[in-house]
């Protein structure tokens, strides 16, 4: 099955709709023009980034942007590693690492490890 197959299936309360994002555009930012490039980076000049790491959820309609944000990185050079949270939604970031969802802790461990603060077990 798809990707797109299985986004399908999730229900509507785990999903983000374009109606969503635009939301959210104007909550965060107060319109959805002229935005600053320091809100919104991929909108404005990559070029002298720091190395970056980047965690996609692999459930999570805003994944795609998330692979944009890494192919723009690349096209100006700036060293860019990703990884997908496996069976992860948006947000996983925001739950306490388990025994039954080891992928928040993978996440976890993945961006410290590119701030050098990742200790082996």
């Known amino acids: 099955m798809s990707w797109a197959a299985e ?24 319109r959805l023009t002229d935005i600053p490039t320091r809100t919104m980076p991929g909108h404005g000049n990559l070029e002298g980034m720091p190395p970056t790491r980047i965690v996609l959820s692999e ?6 942007s998330g692979e944009l944000f890494e192919q723009q990185l690349r096209e100006v050079g700036v060293a860019v590693e990703s990884t997908v949270a496996e069976g992860m939604l948006h947000g996983h970031l925001n739950l306490m690492p388990t025994a039954q969802m080891p992928e928040i802790e993978r996440s976890l461990d993945f961006l410290a490890a590119g701030l050098g603060l990742h200790q082996a077990r």
């Open 7 to 30: 986004m399908r299936q999730l229900p509507r309360m785990l999903r983000f709709t374009a109606a969503d994002i635009i939301d959210f555009t104007r909550w965060y930012l107060g």
């Open 59 to 64: 459930y999570d309609d805003l994944r795609g």
